[in-house]
């Protein structure tokens, strides 16, 4: 629907901003996976989620380039619920929510391959092999009630996404944004951009258009750079300048995850 579409002024001023953003923020997540050997498990599973935040980011932006907004904001959903999450898992026990991440992982693997007979037929397929699924299993059951093993396999958190942007305090950012980006995940909203296209006057559609591509500018760039200050403070990434730099270039309140919140993250184990 918006192939063709091109940005204002304002939002290539904004665009090319995030050029910096994705550039500056990739530096930041290289100059950790170098320090990758010298973090513990918990380090490492925020920051490879910082990297999927970073790779949604870049697609984002790479989309926008080729005026295809509605493909964006599909991936903006993305980067929007993973901020979410992220804060969710600094703001509540980290140590417990990678145990449950890892755990739920592991139950999702056992599912699959009960759905597939252990594999059984392919080169994948062992009586070694489904015996480890299910000894793993019964490990995870083993310690959960049975009400939060339950739990555990429905929602790798045990809380819906509107709970957990309530704990990240990002209960604005699920309102605004998630949940009605939820409609371009279901191709409901290219239904709705066909009807207003067709019955709306021509400035208004124009101006409806010129929301959407704000929206999705704007929100990618504060979820990433909102990671982007939280992860350079708790892990000294000393990118401190660059960053005050390019926060007076977009002429934007810093908006930080307090690393005082975040103490209990890194550890010397």
């Known amino acids: 629907m918006n192939e063709g579409y091109r940005l204002t002024p304002e939002q290539e001023a904004t665009f090319k901003v995030n050029e910096k953003v994705a550039q500056l923020v990739g530096e930041i997540r290289s100059y950790l996976e170098a320090r990758w050997s010298t973090l513990n498990v918990v380090d490492q599973f925020f920051i490879t989620q910082f990297g999927k935040a970073q790779r949604t980011f870049v697609a984002i932006h790479a989309l926008v380039g080729q005026s295809l907004i509605e493909d964006a904001l599909c991936l903006l959903r993305v980067l929007v619920e ?9 703001n509540s026990n980290p140590v417990e929510v990678v145990r449950r ?5 592991m139950l999702d693997s056992v599912r699959r391959a009960r759905a597939s007979n252990w594999f059984e037929g392919t080169s994948l397929y062992s009586e070694e092999h489904k015996g480890a699924f299910v000894k793993a299993e019964a490990e995870i059951r083993s310690r959960y009630s049975p009400e939060e093993f ?9 809380l819906s996404l509107e709970k957990r942007a309530e704990v990240a305090g990002l209960t604005q950012l699920y309102d605004a944004s998630y949940r009605v980006l939820s409609r371009n995940i279901h191709a409901m909203d290219l239904a709705v951009m066909k009807v207003s296209r067709a019955t709306l006057p021509a400035e208004e559609y124009r101006e409806l258009l010129e929301a959407r591509a704000s929206h999705l500018l704007d929100i990618a760039q ?36 307090n690393p005082v919140q975040t103490d209990r993250l890194t550890s010397d184990g």
């Open 82 to 90: 993973n901020t979410i999450n992220l804060k969710y898992g600094i």
């Open 101 to 105: 991440y890892w755990d739920w992982a």
């Open 150 to 158: 339950e739990s555990l396999k429905r929602n790798v958190f045990g």
């Open 222 to 257: 504060w979820c990433l750079g909102t990671l982007a200050i939280w992860v350079n403070q708790q892990f000294r990434c000393s990118f401190d300048e660059r960053l005050k730099e390019l926060q007076r270039e977009i002429g934007a309140r810093e908006v930080p995850i």
